[in-house]
């Protein structure tokens, strides 16, 4: 899979800018999606991480707490990666 000059692919970038149409694409890949979302960029983070750290903080006010704000981010990943 081919990666930029920060070790990222075209689904680190996608996540990172909540492209849903892009981030869909993972689904259709099917058995290789769990492959692929392992793939670590050169700051060693997978997807997941990105997907942690890309999301604005206003976005999460209303939700209290870490634990709710990485659940709404993993709910968010499942609802357009799955």
């Keep these: 899979m081919g990666k930029n000059y920060k070790g990222s692919t075209i689904f680190h970038l996608a996540i990172k800018r909540r492209e849903t149409k892009i981030c869909k694409l993972l689904y ?23 997907l942690s750290q890309s999301a604005k903080p206003k976005r999460f006010q209303t939700v209290s707490g870490v634990a709710f704000q990485m659940q709404r981010k993993l709910l968010w990943f499942e609802v357009h990666i799955s």
Excluded: C
Excluded at 28 to 50: F, P, S, V, W, Y
């Design 28 to 50: 259709e890949i099917g058995a290789m999606k769990d492959l692929i979302t392992r793939i670590e960029d050169n700051q060693l983070n997978n997807m997941l991480h990105i």
